[in-house]
């Protein structure tokens, strides 16, 4: 949850699914914690989720249709000159891409398998460029040989809900936002029934101080609820997070289904 408010409910995903390469792994080093459970992280098993959801509908849908990752970066030039206040902001696109040419910026985008589409007159967020990121739900694991959930509704405008400022934005202006891969939008029942499968086999991970956690980005997912800190006694909780060898993601294999 690097970089996010504590008041932030962080769902359950995959490190780094919305491009064309992912880590095989991530590990997570509890430097401070907080008693009594808190603060925990939660992991998913993704064998489980993958099994019962392709028993479903909108597991086959998932399944045919694929999905889109959209992101919509704000220009922080933009947001200098006009002294205007980064309240609402998630991300830059030169900070995602360490550039601070909106040429540069796309073809570094365009590397990592993105769709670009500017405007570069926008009344509030400047150069504004949005990223679509087309790609399969399910990834193929070769460990098992076998195709895994790699989606979720970490990349949808709902995981702003609680996110101060940001979620006073309207949902279409939102940094992040799923489709189907075919551009068509996910009904609130669908949505529901993605947190649902993930939350049913998430397990937390309760930590102490000098804890580490090594995870398989493929069969587990991670996040975590909100939590709060007791200012009286200087609670904190601060985790590091190193990201394992990065993989080119090939999607789902036909055959290769539980």
Known sequence: DTGAPKEAWIHYHHEMAYIKTSPQSLAFCAKSTLPNGRGAT??????????????????????????????????????????????????????????????????????????????????????????????????????????????????????FDQWPGVNSLPNDERPLKITYGDDTELTQDELKQFVDIYDKYGIPIQWNVGDIAILCNFRWAHGRPIYTLDHQTNEERELGVVLGQVYDRQGQMEGKWF
């Not at 992101?71 to 000159?81: A, G, V």
């Open 42 to 159: 939660f992991v998913s098993d993704q064998i489980q989720a993958t099994k019962e959801l392709l028993t479903t509908p909108f597991g086959q849908k998932l399944k045919e249709k694929g999905i889109c990752y959209i992101r919509c970066l704000t220009d922080e030039e933009h947001y200098k000159s006009a002294k205007q206040s980064e309240f609402d902001v998630y991300n830059h696109w030169q900070k995602s891409f360490g550039s601070n040419d909106p040429e540069e910026a796309a073809k570094i985008a365009q590397e990592r398998g993105l769709k670009t589409e500017w405007d570069m007159n926008h009344p509030r967020y400047g150069r504004y460029l949005i990223t679509r990121f087309y790609t399969d739900v399910y990834e193929y694991f070769p460990l098992i040989d076998k195709n895994l959930l790699y989606a979720s509704v970490a990349d949808h405008w709902m995981w």
